[in-house]
């Protein structure tokens, strides 16, 4: 059924790419543009040079962060996806009820501020804080532990339970689209649960697994505030560079390129999840 | 016809099931016989896919016992039992070519790669479509996803085969064409089927024996011909062939022969001598309205026949059949139906107002209200 009809539907569309355009495309290319500038003091230059990607590419400290970085994310990407896969399985097994509480509280969160969730990080991971006194109290360690304190592991470890909502809700839904009938024609042709499961759910939830992973990864790598806040002086990561040349240094040209550079690999990124993402035959399209 | 003497493949002895204070099946008691097409026909809440899915194991009866060569197997897993099926949607997997499908019970089994290829390309080869098993199910037509279905479910020999309504989503000429598929396939390979469809036609054209199954329960089981001819109760009369009911109560029954007092008067007819049926007893005279001839009021009738003096009321022109509805003069509350070949009736028959339909009294039958 078409709602618009005649002139009203190109002129739609229309409206629509002109809305995408002025929204994602334009600042992408006027940061694009900014990248090859350079900066006098606090005036930009707008001449064309290649200062600033010469920069970034022989300046070891960038080089080494960015590394450690793609590392951290990828690290992060792969995590969260492997916790949140069993999740998904087991709430997409629930019925009635009990699903919708469970998808209910996974979802919960994301209407919480991401930066009170933070706070509330710090509370826990503190040296001081609610995670070491349970260690403390359990026996397991004896003195309060540095391990999960103002470093990357907390950044680590706090972005995995941040990002866990978008690796489960992607891989809940291409599981939902597994028609039941398959499991069943499976389980009539022998094969048993685990058999199933590795040859009919995980392949055919292909697409949901490279969703949660690119998702988790593209958020982790342009988090700046949760490294900032939780990372201390050693949890540097690219995105506090990024940010740090657009608030501290005032080297927008500078940061731009830092930018480009992390889009670049981002783009890298989502065209292998898309291309893992594919399932042969065309299904779940 | 010689009835075959069959063992006796898989029972359900008084199994049902319920969902809460629903019961979707009563207590039913079936026998599959080894190598028979055993279709159950039924409308849509009746039971019948719930008989195939209790015994491809998808779901657990609530009472009774299913068993395989006279041994209980309600605790076998599906994946243990030596069925396959063929789902109504196909359930093919997606992401796997049409041989990959087919060789997937048998590679799951942990059988030797030459031996599945082998085996693959026979089944692939029974339902010529070895020339496209590189092709994912996204790319076939509905006639060759339900051919993969099907080689598929008979690629690991199974004991038996349940078919739930494969057909359904097929076109008419299609169908047609898989039903004697079907039919000529399990001939060659000479396995059970157990085919589930709302289809009577599909029914007769297929089944060695249709079960007929109406809210949860088992209405009759038999040989088509026998289900046409002598329906066993007034919903297979109804339900099995077009039928013509005229109610009344058993005056007497004589050897296989009941005479009930009706509206259209005395009318003689067959009966199960084992059926029970008393004086009395509220019950159906059964006639098909291609038993039924019409003749103009001179005409002779034959011996041992009934007559009724009737008017057209209308008549459809169906081909080479005439499809005439019948208003009895003695009752004209009574509607009857008759199917005549179109070359039979002379149109001067048509065009006599009194007229009498007749047919024969073995060509009526009893059935219990």
Redesign the interface.
């Given at each position: 059924m078409t709602v618009l009809s005649g002139l009203a539907r190109p002129t739609a569309s229309l409206a629509v790419y002109a809305v995408l355009s002025v929204l994602i495309v334009v600042p992408f290319l006027s940061f694009l543009a900014m990248s090859f500038f350079s900066v006098d003091g606090v005036t930009i230059v707008r001449t064309p040079t290649m200062v600033n990607f010469h920069r970034a590419f022989t300046d070891p400290v960038m080089m080494t962060v960015f590394g450690r970085t793609v590392l951290l994310c990828v690290g992060i990407a792969l995590v969260t996806t492997l916790i949140a896969y069993p999740v998904a399985v087991f709430i997409n097994g629930l019925q009635g009820g009990a699903r919708y509480v469970l998808l209910t509280l996974v979802t919960a969160p994301l209407i919480l501020s991401y930066v009170m969730k933070i706070y509330a990080f710090r509370s826990i991971l503190g040296g001081n804080g609610l995670l070491n006194r349970m260690l403390l109290a359990t026996g397991l360690i004896d003195t309060p532990s540095n391990f999960f304190v103002f470093n990357l592991n907390a950044v680590f470890l706090v972005l995995v339970v941040l990002l866990a909502p978008f690796a489960i809700l992607p891989i809940l839904l291409s599981l939902e689209k597994i028609?039941a009938?398959?499991s069943?024609?499976?389980?009539?042709?022998?094969?048993?649960r685990w058999?199933t499961f590795r040859?009919?759910t995980l392949?055919?939830s292909r697409p949901g697994i490279a969703t949660a992973v690119s998702f988790t990864f593209i958020m982790a790598m342009g988090d700046f505030v949760t490294p900032q806040m939780v990372g201390g002086p050693n949890g540097f990561t690219f995105g506090r560079i990024i940010y740090s040349q657009f608030g501290l240094a005032f080297n927008w040209p500078f940061g731009a390129a830092l930018g480009v550079l992390m889009a670049a690999v981002i783009v890298v990124v989502l065209a292998l999840a898309m291309r893992l993402g594919r399932?042969?035959?065309?299904?779940?399209r | 016809m010689i009835a075959a003497v069959r063992n006796r493949l898989v029972d359900l002895r008084a199994v049902g099931k319920s969902y809460g204070n629903a019961q979707v099946l009563v207590n039913v008691d079936l026998t599959i016989e080894d190598g028979e097409f055993l279709v159950i026909l039924g409308p849509s809440g009746s039971g019948k896919t719930t008989i195939l899915r209790l015994i491809g194991g998808f779901i657990a009866p609530s009472n009774g016992e299913i068993c395989l060569d006279g041994k209980i197997i309600n605790d076998l897993p599906i994946n243990r039992r030596p069925f396959n099926t063929v789902f109504q949607d196909y359930a093919l997997f997606p992401h796997m070519t049409v041989r990959g499908n087919v060789a997937y019970g048998l590679s799951v089994r942990g059988m030797p790669k030459a031996e599945i290829a082998a085996r693959s390309d026979k089944v692939l080869d029974l339902v010529s479509l070895r020339h496209l098993d590189d092709r994912y199910p996204a790319q076939l037509s509905g006639g060759q996803r339900q051919r993969v279905a099907l080689a598929r479910a008979i690629v690991c020999e199974p004991r038996l085969v349940l078919l739930d309504e494969p057909l359904a989503a097929l076109d008419v000429n299609l169908r047609r064409q898989m039903q004697h598929f079907l039919k000529e396939v399990q001939r060659e390979i000479r396995t059970t089927f157990l085919f589930i469809t709302h289809d009577q036609e599909e029914a007769i054209t297929m089944a060695d024996r249709i079960c007929v199954m109406d809210h949860g329960k088992i209405m009759q089981i038999g040989a088509p011909r026998d289900l046409y001819d002598r329906p066993g109760n007034a919903h297979v009369a109804r339900f099995f062939g077009d039928n013509n009911l005229i109610e009344g109560h058993i005056l007497s029954v004589v050897e296989g022969r009941a005479t009930l007092e009706t509206p259209l008067g005395q009318l003689e007819a067959r009966c199960d001598p084992s059926a029970g049926l008393t004086p009395g007893d509220m019950a159906f005279v059964t006639v098909r309205p291609e038993k039924i001839r019409i003749l103009a009021s001179g005409t002779q009738c034959p011996e041992d026949c009934v007559a009724v003096t009737v008017t057209i009321t209308r008549k459809e022109f169906a081909g080479p059949l005439m499809h005439l509805h019948l208003r009895p003069d003695a009752a004209p509350s009574v509607e009857l139906s008759a199917k005549q070949l179109s070359d039979d009736l002379a149109g001067a028959v048509l065009a006599v107002s009194d007229l009498r339909a007749c047919w024969r009294v073995s060509d009526a039958w009893v059935v219990r209200k």
């Open positions: 028609p009938s398959l069943e024609a499976a389980a009539d042709l022998s094969a048993g058999t040859t009919v392949p055919l399932i042969p035959g065309g299904a779940g | -």
